[in-house]
C-alpha cells in the first residue's frame, strides 16, 4: 500500500534527496511535488495503461440535455471519473463490442440503448485509491514524479531526460504485467474502422472470386 507521502518519498530517494516527514514540511522539493500532483498526475499516471485496479464497469443511459440533430439517436455523457477508455459494449457482460459510435467533445454516440463501458477510473474507490496501486505501479509513478522535479533540483535537464525515459520503461513493465493478469480483450472500434474492416473482407472475397 502507498499514500502521497510515500510516493512524494519515493520520488525524492530516487532524486537523491532526504525524505520528508510530513507532507507540511517547508521545504522547495515538497513545493516543486505539490506542484506536479496538483496538475494532473494521478490522471496521468492512470492513463499509461489499461490497469485492472482502476477498471470500472457501467451501464449508461443517453443524456436527457443533448438531442442530437442529425446522426446517431443518442449521446451519451463521458463520466467525470474517467481517464482511459478500455471497452464499449452491446451487453452487461462486456463480451459483444459496440463498433457503430463517434466520439465529440465528451459524448460518445450512437444509435444504441443503453450500453455497457468499462474505463480506467480516477474515482476514490478505483484508481484514485493509491493504497491499491500495485508495487510495480507505484515505482513508476515515484519515477515519474521524481523526473518532473529533478533539473529544478539539480539544473541538470539530462538527469531529468534519464529519468521521463526511465518511468516510461517502467510504466510499460508494469502495463505487461498488469495485461497478463487479464482475460484476452479487444478494444473497440469506431465506425470508420470497422467500415474500412469491412470492405477490405469484401474486396478479398471478391478478387478470390475472380481468380476462382
Known amino acids: 500500500m502507498t499514500s502521497r507521502l510515500a510516493l512524494f518519498n519515493g520520488a525524492l530517494l530516487e532524486c537523491g534527496e532526504r525524505k520528508l516527514t510530513s507532507l507540511t514540511e517547508a521545504r522547495e522539493p515538497r513545493r516543486l511535488l505539490d506542484q506536479v500532483w496538483d496538475t494532473g498526475f494521478v490522471d496521468y499516471c492512470l492513463g499509461q495503461g489499461q490497469w485492472l485496479f482502476a477498471k470500472r464497469s457501467r451501464q449508461l443511459a443517453p443524456s436527457t440535455s443533448i438531442t442530437p ?51 480506467v477510473s480516477n474515482d476514490a474507490l478505483y484508481g484514485g485509491d493509491l493504497g491499491s496501486w500495485p508495487a510495480e505501479f507505484v515505482r513508476a509513478a515515484e519515477t515519474y514524479l521524481a523526473g518532473r522535479i529533478i533539473k529544478r533540483l539539480t539544473q541538470s535537464k539530462d538527469d531529468e531526460l534519464n529519468l521521463l525515459k526511465k518511468a516510461k520503461m517502467l510504466f510499460l ?31 478479398r472475397g471478391k478478387r478470390n472470386s475472380l481468380i476462382g
Not at 70 to 76: L, M, N, S, T, V
Not at 178 to 184: D, F, H, K, Q, V
Request: aromatic share 14%.
Open 69 to 119: 440533430a442529425y446522426g446517431p439517436q443518442h449521446a451519451y455523457e463521458i463520466p467525470n471519473d474517467h481517464v482511459r477508455t478500455t471497452g464499449l459494449w452491446l451487453d452487461e457482460y462486456c463480451t459483444t463490442p459496440l463498433l457503430d459510435y463517434k466520439i465529440e467533445a465528451s459524448h460518445w454516440f450512437t444509435d444504441v440503448e443503453p450500453i455497457y463501458v468499462t474505463y
Open 173 to 203: 513493465e508494469a502495463a505487461s504485467g498488469n495485461a497478463m493478469e487479464s482475460p484476452t480483450t479487444f478494444p473497440p472500434r469506431g465506425s470508420w474502422v470497422a467500415a474500412r474492416t469491412s470492405g477490405g473482407v469484401a474486396n
